[in-house]
């Protein structure tokens, strides 16, 4: 079955200006995406700051107000025009957010926000609710007595693993990953993400990993979307993605990450990303693509099938025996 | 062997906390030599930051201070400097570019100002309006004069970074410093202002000391490389010989812990435990606690051994340590 499956999915922001506070342009964060994700499938959503990649992940799972488009969780169709909709949902669509410092309210002890979500959605009896948040704590590698302490008193990866506590206690279908690691040191990083593998194996869950790390992208995920200026220029299984990237934005990506080989120099690609404002007309990466040709400059491709990747590209890369 | 340009010996930086007065760096010492880039990578809180501060003397005050050690560049201890001989020193000699940007320019004045102020202060050159065109056009503006007038937020990250990276070697210094200079990039620029920074350093010959987290970056464009953990120098060498084969058992783990976008096996290896606060520095290896080999004499402090090339401090290469001291400070000397 597939957990979520999202159409023609757009989430603008308005920009008001002038005396009246007019509506005189949009910000287009999420610009008609289409994105699946089955069970116990691990898909990461990639790209640069302010491609629009936590804004999707949050309108997925009904945090910010979708503009237009279709989304389905769960094989529901959602009524994306009210908040609502999503309510029945929010217990198997869990999301944790990058910087642990701020997703924990300072004024309550661990044990309160690992309760809270419990109470509400009626997860067990009010007696055993210390039991199960000890279990949960356990569960996550913390030691039970953290339970009355405060979020403060812990380090970066303690907190992230609090806050996956909290997300798993609600036994979730789904949990979406926003950048959970980068604000994290690379020794504790690797704990994290094998927490998480772990507790995704044992509870069947599917998760969706937002960043902008493609190493970690790399290690971890079953299919990656490539997202650039709100729209996704590529969708590939991990292998093909890697061994064989198909839109010029992604061989770019690959190509400047600086590696430990000091025999691969990292290649750089030319400019800035626009502003989602001003989105350029005709291809979005026109602006810094090698490859240019005029055909690019008319209307942004449609994502179509080119070997066992989907590519929006007019000229997408090919190799040998494709 | 190129001569050193900068020396620091013992360099330590303590805080003044409510409990006392904590060493948040202990003994660091390291060499930097003419014309080289050299790196110096550890996770957040290891006192990386902290130490590319003290060598401008540019440590927050009050709170912290430099506790003991040297700094010594071309032979001059930058401790002993007057106020006035250190703010001549600061940017001529040697030039910082910090991690973000956007906080290291005043947002109130355009950026054409705040580079024309280095040249009023300094009274370095005669035409500092051309030469300040010139560098704009070295960091890849083709059209300076925009820039001149633009205030620093209607600028990208990756253009004021390059506009540090202008303001940071305009001056020629001998030793650029730069903390964590595209932490706060995207990939893209990020591999654009290193290439930047590297072709700018290969050109006039600078040094550059590279302080980052990115194990990386340091791979890609120092030289030589220093590990610091828990406010020490844990592993110091050549940075080829380093990523053949790390000796300490933390620098092994920070590379195992590395996703690694060149190989097939998804398996991340992470470090148990984690970072000690510096209230909780143990006496002896800071890193015994998560160190698989820790036996018994890491209960001491370990120093500075120095085996297969390099400097690492930990007891497990005890024996390896050439035992005549002549051959060890020889060996101590090549390592550095």
């Not at chain 1, 069970?39 to 990461?44: C, F, N, R, T």
């Not at chain 1, 039991?131 to 039970?144: A, I, R, W």
Request: proline share 7%; net charge neutral; hydrophobic share 40%.
């Amino acid at each position: 079955m597939k957990m979520i499956e999202a159409k023609d999915l757009r989430t603008w922001f308005p920009i008001s200006g002038g005396v009246f506070g007019r509506t005189i342009g949009y910000v287009r964060a999420v610009d008609g995406v289409d994105l699946t994700v089955s069970e116990q499938e691990i898909v990461s959503i990639v790209g640069e700051s302010g491609c629009g990649k936590s804004t999707l992940g949050q309108s997925l799972v009904g945090l910010l107000p979708v503009t237009s488009g279709s989304v389905e969780l769960q094989g529901r169709t959602l009524d994306i025009s009210m908040a609502k909709s999503w309510r029945p949902f929010r217990k198997d669509f869990q999301i944790i957010f990058q910087d642990p410092f701020t997703s924990l309210n300072p004024r309550h002890t661990i044990f309160r926000i690992l309760s809270e979500p419990l109470r509400i959605h009626h997860i067990c009896k009010a007696n055993l609710i210390r039991d199960y948040c000890t279990q949960l704590l356990l569960k996550v590698g913390l030691s039970p007595e953290y339970l009355d302490r405060f979020p403060h008193e812990f380090s970066g990866g303690q907190r992230q693993r609090i806050a996956i506590a909290r997300s798993i206690g609600l036994r979730p279908r789904v949990i979406i990953c926003d950048e959970v690691v980068s604000a994290l040191d690379v020794s504790v990083q690797a704990q994290i993400i094998n927490l998480l593998l772990d507790l995704k194996r044992e509870m069947g869950l599917s998760l969706v990993f937002i960043t902008h790390d493609l190493s970690l992208v790399k290690a971890i995920s079953d299919r990656v979307y490539v997202m650039y200026l709100g729209k996704i220029v590529e969708e590939a299984g991990t292998k093909d993605l890697f061994s064989r990237p198909r839109h010029p934005y992604t061989e770019a990506l690959l190509q400047s990450i600086p590696t430990l080989d000091r025999a691969i120099r990292p290649k750089t690609l030319g400019g800035d990303v626009p502003s989602p404002v001003n989105v350029p007309v005709g291809c979005v990466f026109q602006g810094r693509c090698p490859y240019v040709q005029a055909t690019c400059r008319t209307v942004h491709p449609e994502i179509r099938e080119v070997g066992a990747s989907k590519v929006a590209c007019y000229f997408p890369l090919t190799y040998n025996n494709d | 062997m190129s001569n050193t340009l900068l020396h620091v010996e013992d360099l330590s930086v303590g805080f003044r906390l409510d409990q006392g007065t904590v060493a948040v760096t202990d003994s660091v010492s390291f060499d930097i030599y003419e014309g080289e880039v050299f790196g110096l990578a550890g996770e957040s809180g290891c006192g990386k930051t902290i130490t590319a501060l003290a060598l401008l003397r540019l440590l927050p005050k009050p709170g912290s201070m430099i506790l003991s050690g040297k700094i010594l560049f071309k032979g001059t201890d930058i401790l002993t400097l007057t106020l006035p001989q250190l703010r001549d020193f600061r940017g001529r000699e040697i030039s910082m570019i910090f991690q973000e940007p956007s906080a290291a320019l005043n947002p109130l004045l355009p950026v054409g100002k705040q580079m024309h102020e280095l040249f009023e202060y300094h009274r370095a050159a005669d035409r500092p309006a051309e030469r300040i065109r010139e560098i704009l056009n070295r960091v890849g503006f083709p059209d300076p004069d925009r820039i001149l007038n633009s205030y620093p937020h209607e600028l990208s990250g990756g253009m004021l970074q390059r506009i540090m990276i202008a303001m940071a070697v305009v001056l020629r210094p001998s030793l650029i410093i730069a903390d964590e200079p595209t932490t706060a990039l995207d990939v893209t620029v990020q591999a654009q202002i290193m290439e930047l920074l590297y072709e700018m350093q290969q050109a006039a010959g600078t040094s550059v000391l590279l302080i980052t987290h990115n194990l990386c970056l340091i791979a890609q464009y120092a030289k030589r490389i220093a590990i610091m953990y828990a406010g020490r120098i844990v592993e110091s060498g050549e940075c080829g010989v380093f990523l053949d084969k790390p000796l300490h058992p933390y620098s092994q783990g920070l590379l195992r812990a590395l996703p690694d976008l060149r190989s097939d096996d998804p398996t991340l290896f992470p470090i148990p435990g984690q970072v000690p606060q510096p209230i909780d520095y143990a006496s002896g290896c800071r890193f015994i606690d998560r160190c698989p080999h820790a036996f018994a004499p890491c209960k001491n402090k370990p120093p500075l051994f120095s085996a297969q090339n390099r400097l690492v401090a930990c007891y497990l290469y005890e024996n390896e340590t050439h035992s005549d001291d002549h051959g060890a400070s020889e060996n101590r000397e090549k390592a550095l």
